[in-house]
């Protein structure tokens, strides 16, 4: 609520410093004295348009600011805004700060850090209503229509239902659009991720296999000439029969019948001997070794082919793949978990298409039980404020609530239809009057300001007490055209919702001012030659004389009724 107001060179007003509390404030004076100009600096505060033209006569920059106390628990709304520009104060109050210059800049300021007017404004339209000539009437924002029946409703359990259930439908459906969108590149993606992985695996690598290959492709392809080396030194090893040379193997093997001939006579000749047998049967093993190395590299065309081949394909996966035989296998294993993981999120859109369709029904059936519930309600809603605004003296006043449903291909199937939906449900809602017999049920939003808008948003504002959250109400105006007898109904109904709310009006009636919990009056002073509005708290004795004066003047008569009003408001 609001619980301070500082106004500085704005209008008629040179320095003016108000204090509120809870419970209903009425503000009274002559005509002209200035009180609108409060509610107008109010309207400013909130981020109402603004210029120069405002500002007191001589003054540079007027000067506007406002303090409220905050309920968390009533408004999570706002505690949010003001969280997410870091602008909450752990003190639970806001402090609203409006300059107005004259060359037209404007400076607004929300707990001491400078912000824009439409962030001022976000916040000033959970703050206060100001019913009168003001853009800041909620019941006039068609988008708040379905909140406040839902709240008088009470529908807060089935809506967080739908809710919950409309999100997810909506994540599905991203998701599915997702997945659906890539389906062809998926498809794509999978054909080739299975060509690589199956050239991969039908390679039959094996660790080590580049090098043996390289070095039998070395040998096949000089098969000739180390066939010729090696032909060569099996001879001189072990010549063939027939040769006019012994073989090196026959002539250490002479060497070695001599040396054992010597070691049988002569003992230290013994160690020769045995060195000299071993070497020839080294070289018996080295002239066999020989045999089998010439018959492994005889030239074998085919084989080479083959060897050439497997080198080509390695080379080939390797350029592809990776550097070497283990980048192309951990390439193979991470091409095989990503067509893993598209052939599963085939299935994962089969899944979520089962989930959608279910989702789409169970939708459908609360949102079908939510309008129904809405729709029972705003034909009470309807009835109860036609009787409060027949009390008010518009007995030919209309007021209805509009509920439709929109058509759509998309939509959720409901009673055989296909019907739009959103966020809040299937229901476009919107607040119908019309003020005056004879005249059509015309939107709320089209109904121009004035005395008798305030009376219906008063009619209106009483049964949705409970309803709207906003802590400050302001009524400018809603006397207009109405007599004393009236003027006291209104007066109860005002009394009635500042037991929810804290209730600010502007009036010249006694009969309404007498139920206020407390009572300013506005007077015009002249100072040196200029004109200032100020402003005072009334209580007993001037409190009575205002009254009486409001009724004609102050006659003991006036006084006498002025004293039976504040009985009957109290009683």
């Known amino acids: 609520m609001l619980t301070e107001l500082r106004i500085r060179d704005f209008a008629i007003i040179g320095e003016l410093e108000l204090s509120f509390g809870p419970g209903f404030t009425v503000f009274t004076g002559e005509t002209g004295a200035g009180k609108s100009i409060i509610i107008d600096a109010v309207e400013l505060l909130l981020g109402g348009r603004a210029d120069g033209t405002m500002l007191r006569s001589g003054a540079q920059a007027a000067i506007i600011e406002g303090a ?27 402090l609203l700060a409006r300059e107005i210059r004259r060359e037209g800049r404007n400076i607004c300021r929300i707990n001491g850090r400078t912000v824009g007017l439409t962030q001022l404004k976000a916040i000033g339209e959970w703050l206060v209503d100001v019913h009168g000539q003001s853009e800041h009437l909620s019941l006039l924002r068609v988008r708040e229509h379905l909140q406040l029946l839902d709240r008088f409703a009470q529908t807060d359990s089935l809506l967080a239902e739908y809710q919950t259930a409309f999100r997810r439908l909506q994540e599905l459906r991203r998701r599915l659009t997702q997945l659906q969108s890539a389906a062809q590149e998926r498809a794509r993606r999978a054909d080739l991720l299975r060509y690589q992985v199956n050239e991969i695996e039908s390679a039959a690598l094996r660790e080590g296999e580049p090098a043996q290959l390289t070095a039998e492709a070395e040998r096949l392809a000089n098969a000739e000439k180390l066939a010729g080396l090696a032909l060569n030194a099996l001879a001189a090893l072990d010549q063939t029969a027939g040769s006019e040379e012994n073989s090196a193997i026959e002539r250490l093997g002479e060497v070695a019948g001599a040396l054992l001939h010597l070691g049988e006579i002569d003992p230290a000749m013994r160690g020769p001997s045995e060195r000299a047998q071993a070497l020839a049967e080294e070289l018996g093993e080295l002239a066999r070794l020989l045999g089998g190395y010439l018959e492994q590299v005889q030239p074998d065309p085919l084989r080479l082919d083959e060897v050439e081949a497997r080198l080509g394909l390695i080379s080939d ?6 550097v070497d035989l283990q980048a192309v296998q951990a390439y193979a ?26 989702l789409v029904v169970r939708l459908a059936a609360v949102g079908h039980e939510l309008s129904g519930r809405r729709r029972r309600a705003a034909e009470v809603l309807a009835e109860q404020v036609g009787a409060g605004m027949a009390e008010l003296n518009m007995a030919g006043a209309q007021f209805a609530v509009d509920i439709q449903w929109q058509a759509d291909p998309e939509g959720l199937p409901v009673e055989g239809k296909r019907v739009g939906f959103g966020p809040t449900g299937l229901d476009a809602v919107e607040f119908l009057v019309a003020p005056n017999a004879g005249e059509g049920l015309k939107p709320l939003a089209k109904i121009a300001s004035g005395g008798e808008t305030s009376r219906l948003m008063l009619g209106l504002k009483s049964v949705l007490a409970q309803a709207d959250r906003r802590p400050t109400l302001i009524f400018d105006e809603i006397d207009q055209g109405i007599g004393g007898r009236t003027g006291g109904v ?67 008569a006036n006084l006498h009724s002025a004293e039976a009003l504040l009985q009957n408001a109290a009683t």
């Open 68 to 94: 409220f106390q905050l309920d968390p628990q009533r408004l999570p709304e706002i505690g949010a805004l003001l969280a997410q520009d870091d602008l909450l104060e752990d003190s639970g109050t806001v």
């Open 317 to 322: 996966l390797t350029r592809k793949y990776g």
């Open 333 to 358: 294993a991470q091409a095989q978990a990503e067509l893993d993981g598209i052939l599963t999120a085939d299935e994962s859109l089969e899944a979520l298409q089962a989930e959608q369709a279910q």
């Open 490 to 556: 209104v007066g109860r109904k005002l009394w009635g919702l500042a037991r929810d709310h804290q209730v600010l009006c502007v009036t010249h009636l006694p009969q309404l001012a007498a139920h206020g919990d407390r009572h300013f009056k506005v007077e015009k002073s002249a100072r040196s030659g200029r004109t200032l509005a100020e402003v005072r708290e009334l209580q007993g004795a001037e409190r009575l004389k205002e009254l009486a004066e409001m009724l004609g003047d102050g006659s003991a």
